[in-house]
């Protein structure tokens, strides 16, 4: 079973990066529950190894 972070600073970093990457607002990102902010953090990290990957490929 997977614990969550419940520290204010860390659900803080939670919600900056989604509300960064997909320009939702603090309320939305707020109603998210927990696992769901998890979940979007996760494809957000997967999206950026993509991107990354993409980057590396065009400077070769």
Do not use: T
């Amino acid at each position: 079973m997977q614990s969550f972070d419940w520290r204010p600073e860390h659900v803080r970093r939670e919600i900056a990066v989604i509300a960064y990457h997909f320009h939702w607002s603090r309320a939305e990102c707020m109603g998210l529950s927990r696992r769901e902010r998890a979940a979007w953090i996760e494809e957000i990290k997967r999206i950026n190894k993509e991107i990354e990957k993409a980057m590396k490929g065009k400077s070769k």
